[in-house]
């Protein structure tokens, strides 16, 4: 038995453009990843440029506070700014974390809501 030599190609056209929707949607979905990686990098680079220049400038004052209390405070406001910036990181992750999960999720079948029957006697709280 003998087949034509042109059944091979086609069986490689059809099996490619099976696949082509999944690989434009990973390389769509990559893009998006790299998007989001780059604006979460670039907002935590420029809390760490503030942090740099806030611990600077905190450095200046103390060592010319007058009294150890000025140095306290100066030191209190250099530390209440950089918790500050640590919650803004905790929060940039958790919006990326978010985005993530809404695109991730926005990929997976739907679950059914539960259906009870006519004669269902159960209360819900």
Same mark, same amino acid.
């Given at each position: 038995m003998s087949y034509p030599v042109t059944l091979f190609p086609n069986l490689l056209t059809s099996? @490619?453009?099976?696949?082509?929707? $999944?690989?434009?949607? !990973?390389?769509e979905n990559e893009e998006t990843?790299? @998007?989001?990686?780059?604006?979460? $990098?670039?907002?935590? !680079?420029?809390?760490?440029?503030?942090?740099?220049? @806030?611990?600077?400038?905190t450095a200046k004052r103390i060592s010319q506070a007058a009294t150890p209390l000025d140095a306290l405070r100066e030191y209190q406001d250099w530390f209440s700014g950089?918790?500050?910036?640590?919650?803004?990181?905790g929060l940039a992750f958790q919006q990326q974390f978010a985005k993530a999960n809404a695109?991730?999720?926005?990929?997976?079948p739907q679950p059914e809501p539960p259906s009870f029957g006519a004669g269902d006697d159960r209360l819900s709280a």
């Open positions: 099996s @490619a453009k099976s696949y082509a929707p $999944a690989g434009i949607t !990973f390389w990843i790299l @998007a989001n990686m780059k604006e979460f $990098a670039e907002g935590w !680079f420029e809390r760490r440029r503030v942090g740099t220049h @806030a611990a600077l400038e950089a918790m500050a910036r640590v919650l803004e990181d695109r991730i999720a926005s990929h997976l």
